[in-house]
């Protein structure tokens, strides 16, 4: 069946401007989650749905990022007025249910100039 | 809080040779581990996971780990190395009581498989 998809694939971007990063999970997977890797921080959390809910957002870096997750399904997250220690590759999983095996998403990588 | 230190950035190994991956982790409950491949310009494939079960855990394509608790570690091994094992690989940690698998990676290991 098919995997988590990601668009845009690439995105560059202007410092300043604000930019929409799409996640489609696997059908049927309940839980999301958002990573970001960069050169400078290695593999980190972001946020995790659970639903539409997200019981847990302590990974964003700041009040410029924002998550949404309607249907409980597709996930856009959001990035204002970037900046470019966001440039990075923006990964998502998802997994049947909270504890069970995450799959991962081809990536976004994101270069804000 | 928990964390994840993986030893070398880079390993080189010849084809044939043996893989061994060093992981260790610190947690202050008992944790899950995880090891996941990522090849170039594709996403995170789960290769194995410890999660309180038989400590010896073996994983697709021939790898696997042992969860060692007195040494900290989880280290990852493959007896014979194929080119195509060529990636770079991360370790994570969860904790095993939260309501879900929040991962902490790992600063990742290149491994490099010469001919």
């Known amino acids: 069946g098919a995997g988590v998809s990601q668009s845009p694939s ?9 930019v929409e990063l799409r996640c489609d999970p696997i059908s049927g997977h309940t839980a999301l989650y958002w990573y970001r890797q960069s050169l400078g921080q290695g593999l980190e959390f972001l946020i995790y749905f659970q639903g539409n809910s997200a019981p847990d957002k302590s990974g964003l870096p700041s009040d410029r990022f924002s998550a949404e997750r309607t249907g409980g399904s597709v996930s856009t997250l959001t990035i204002q007025r970037t900046q470019q220690e966001d440039s990075a590759v923006y990964l998502c999983a998802s997994s049947l249910a909270p504890k069970e095996t995450q799959y991962f998403g081809p990536g976004t990588r994101l270069l804000v100039l | 809080a928990q964390s994840v230190t993986q030893l070398g950035s880079h390993v080189s190994v010849s084809e044939g040779a043996l893989v061994l991956l060093r992981c260790n982790y610190s947690s202050s409950v008992p944790p899950y581990l995880f090891w996941y491949v990522q090849y170039p310009n594709q996403g995170l494939q789960l290769l194995l996971k410890y999660t309180s079960a038989a400590t010896l855990v073996k994983g697709i394509n021939g790898f696997e ?17 194929h080119m195509s094992d060529a990636a770079e690989y991360f370790c994570a940690v969860s904790e095993g009581n939260t309501g879900f698998q929040k991962l902490v990676f790992g600063t990742g290991t290149r491994l490099l498989v010469s001919p």
Do not use: I, M, Q, R
């Open chain 2, 65 to 81: 780990a042992e969860f060692k608790k007195s040494e900290t570690s989880f280290h990852l091994t493959k007896p014979s190395a």
């Open chain 1, 10 to 18: 690439n995105k560059v971007t202007e410092k300043g401007k604000d």
